[in-house]
């Protein structure tokens, strides 16, 4: 059959079961433009900024375990979809970044048109693989190749630059071209740990007095939630879910002691130091887990079981006793089944209970956070009324820098992909993009964004994307008019304050001025009726919520893994001295 190469892109992607593109219309996008129009099996959805189309593309991953693709034209094109792409990679999400460029005459060496760009070396360091398609007729192959690559082993984005013309040249592919399946080209399940180390894990929980396990993304991923629940029920285990891995275990279970790493608590800080057998599962041990001396596993006597199914995530940066390159559901249903082969776990019996109660004392001081009439809203206090208002089946994204503390602590999640944090590159202004990529997927759900003011203004543009194409998303903005942070930073550090005001903007206004709906609130006991009204409105909609900056309890923990360093390294921790 003859097809031109964008013909082709189009039935590739829906052979993979592609059904969302993001991007911004281009001229030399206009074959594949066309292709999709004609093809109507995948859903273009028209941003204002291609930074944000590669943020909804990794939302759509994050939300649904589907690829979805983000679209670049030539030159800017491509600088701005890169610029939203460390969302994916930074968090280990699959998505399919396309890039045209120019004609094969004038690229790969470009010959000095406008709009030039080496789009590969520029997607290279924040994609696990890219290429440029120099032949139509190599698509099929290129096509499958980065599809393999973006869902083996550790996910993650991949990119493909395709040349205006090869996107427009026709050219034959054998009948059969098309009708490959997934499962022939790439794998569709994970590898199986080994037996020996299975029951050398199991031996080791058994003899644990004070066990506990981490869940990371790679849990999620798996889809090994259950299993997680079980293996801490027989183990009578805390659980901390990483931020990539809100909802594993939710806040109301017995084993919840806290979640998203070091902002998480009093009591996971406990569970860090004092456990002395941790299994963790599908997690990376990122920052977010460190203190000044990096990995808080692994330390003095405590023994690390470290389940990934990237070989390259363990032994580094965290040290195992036990390691597995294997599935996280495939790993936990073996070592389920070896634990229950031998005796019951020696546990220490106060040792969940324990946990809890200071999870307990810890959350009692944020009901106390109440907002004096005349004065801004303290932020604990805007999230215990969002936690309160908020729909049961709602799917909420925490954006923002300091704001997502607040959020991560206080709302509540009874479920995997329903919470969902940046915490790989922290790019602030993900919210909106993630939450017009998880409404896309999930007409009939209430999805809210909550955000620091200083986020929004990223992608406040995005709400022209959300009015046109009728994603009725709620933006909840904790408008303090500073970097807050940054403020307090300046202020403790070196006694100065430069550039950190944003008072003055009416973000209620300027939601109006886009056609949304738009309304402001000044006391916690204003958010529940506005939320109401704004989820009636049946149009996307911004709460410009009005705090004052008050520092979250966490930030010193922050502050030590942000100590992180040589001097650090090499420093006697005083518990040893």
């Not at 037996?195 to 050398?200: D, F, N, S, V």
């Not at 084993?255 to 997690?283: P, S, T, Y």
């Not at 990376?284 to 808080?296: A, H, K, V």
């Not at 944003?502 to 204003?526: I, K, N, P, Q, S």
């Amino acid at each position: 059959m003859q097809l031109t190469g964008a013909e082709a892109l189009e039935r590739l992607l829906a052979g993979e079961g592609v059904t969302a593109a993001y991007g911004v219309v281009g001229g030399k996008l206009a074959p594949l433009l066309h292709a999709i129009a004609r093809g109507q099996r995948i859903r273009f959805v028209g941003t204002r900024h291609e930074s944000a189309a590669a943020m909804m593309a990794a939302a759509s991953f994050a939300g649904t375990g589907r690829i979805a693709i983000a679209l670049g034209e030539m030159g800017p094109g491509s600088l701005n979809l890169a610029a939203g792409a460390g969302t994916a990679f930074g968090n280990n999400l699959a998505a399919l970044l396309i890039t045209t460029n120019q004609h094969r005459a004038a690229a790969y060496p470009h010959a000095g048109m406008f709009m030039d760009l080496d789009a590969v070396h520029l997607f290279k360091p924040i994609t696990k693989w890219n290429a440029v398609v120099h032949d139509p007729r190599r698509l099929p192959d290129l096509v499958r190749h980065a599809f393999r690559e973006a869902l083996s082993g550790r996910p993650g984005p991949v990119h493909l630059d395709v040349p205006q013309d090869v996107l427009a040249a026709a050219v034959e592919f054998a009948d059969d071209e098309f009708d490959l399946r997934p499962e022939q080209y790439r794998p569709t399940t994970g590898p199986r740990p080994a037996i020996h180390l299975l029951h050398e894990a199991a031996e080791m929980l058994r003899r644990a007095r004070r066990p506990l396990i981490v869940a990371g993304g790679g849990v999620v991923a798996s889809g090994a939630e259950q299993g997680i629940r079980d293996l801490a029920a027989r183990l009578r285990a805390p659980v901390i879910a990483t931020q990539m891995a809100l909802g594993v275990v939710p806040t109301d279970s017995r084993h919840f002691i806290g979640h998203g790493g070091i902002i998480g608590g009093d009591a996971l800080h406990a569970a860090l130091r004092e456990a002395d057998v941790m299994l963790a599962v599908g997690c990376r041990f990122s920052s977010w887990m460190w203190d000044e001396r990096g990995p808080l596993a692994g330390r003095a006597q405590q023994r690390l079981i470290n389940i990934n199914i990237d070989p390259s995530a363990l032994g580094q940066p965290a040290r195992h006793a036990v390691a597995m390159v294997a599935d996280a559901k495939a790993a936990l249903s073996g070592l389920i089944e070896a634990l229950d082969e031998g005796e019951s776990p020696e546990v220490e019996e106060t040792w969940l209970a324990r946990l809890r109660t200071q999870r307990r004392a810890y959350e009692a001081q944020f009901e106390a956070a109440e907002t004096p009439q005349d004065d801004a809203m303290h932020p604990a206090a805007l999230s215990i009324a969002i936690a309160r208002a908020l729909p049961e089946n709602a799917l909420v994204v925490f954006d923002g820098g300091h704001t997502t503390f607040w959020s991560n602590d206080i709302i509540p999640v009874s479920r995997s992909r329903s919470r969902f944090h940046d915490p790989g590159m922290c790019q602030l202004g993900f919210g909106l993009p993630y939450a017009l990529a998880l409404q896309i997927e999930n007409r009939s759900v209430p999805v809210i964004n909550i955000t620091g003011d200083g986020s929004f203004g990223f992608t406040i543009q995005e709400l022209d994307t959300a009015r046109r194409h009728r994603l009725p998303v709620v933006t909840i903005v904790h408008n303090n008019a500073a970097w807050g942070i940054i403020r307090a930073g300046q202020r403790a550090q070196l006694d100065f304050e430069l550039g950190t005001a944003l008072d003055g903007t009416d973000y209620a206004a300027v939601a109006r001025g886009f056609g949304c709906f738009g309304e402001a609130v000044t006391h916690e006991r204003e958010l529940a009726p506005a939320l109401t009204r704004a989820l009636r409105s049946g149009l996307p909609a911004v709460l410009d919520c009005h705090t004052r900056f008050v520092p979250h309890p966490c930030l010193k923990a922050f502050g030590r893994m942000n100590a992180y360093g040589f001097d650090a390294l090499t420093r006697v921790p005083a518990r040893a001295q």
